[in-house]
Nanobody
Framework: QVQLVQSGGGLVQAGGSLRLSCAASGRTFSNYVMGWFRQAPGKEREFVAS????????YYEDSVKGRFTVSRDSAKNTVYLQMNSLKPVDTAVYYC??????????????????WGQGTQVTVSS
């Protein structure tokens, strides 16, 4: 069992930045691929980014490439999502997630076993 506790998020103006954090506990952090997803009102949860167990490989949804950066700190058992140049369309509840195995390009929610509680990100125009 892995517990994921998120922090960060909030309200920011368009063009601003936020950093989300997701602290893991319960199992060996380095055994898990970590992902970030988001869900806007009335929409399905969608993939944002993922990072391999080693941190060497990252994947991004096209609309966030060049603006968002996913990273992980094994010493702190934490994964981060740095979000720059935020746009109103980025407004959503953001979730971190963990999956066992080695494949880090997992884009579907069903591929992830554990989920954080979600945190609201609101970008005003």
């Amino acid at each position: 069992q892995v517990q994921l506790v998120q922090s960060g998020g909030g309200l920011v103006q368009a063009g601003g930045s936020l950093r989300l954090s997701c602290a893991a506990s319960g199992r060996t952090f380095s055994n898990y691929v970590m992902g970030w997803f988001r869900q806007a009102p009335g929409k399905e949860r969608e993939f944002v980014a993922s990072i391999s167990r080693s941190g060497d490989n990252t994947y991004y949804e096209d609309s966030v490439k060049g603006r968002f950066t996913v990273s992980r700190d094994s010493a702190k058992n934490t994964v981060y999502l740095q979000m720059n140049s935020l746009k109103p369309v980025d407004t959503a509840v953001y979730y971190c997630a963990a999956r066992g195995g080695t494949y880090s390009g997992a884009y579907y929610t069903r591929e992830y076993e554990y989920w954080g509680q979600g945190t609201q990100v609101t970008v005003s125009s």
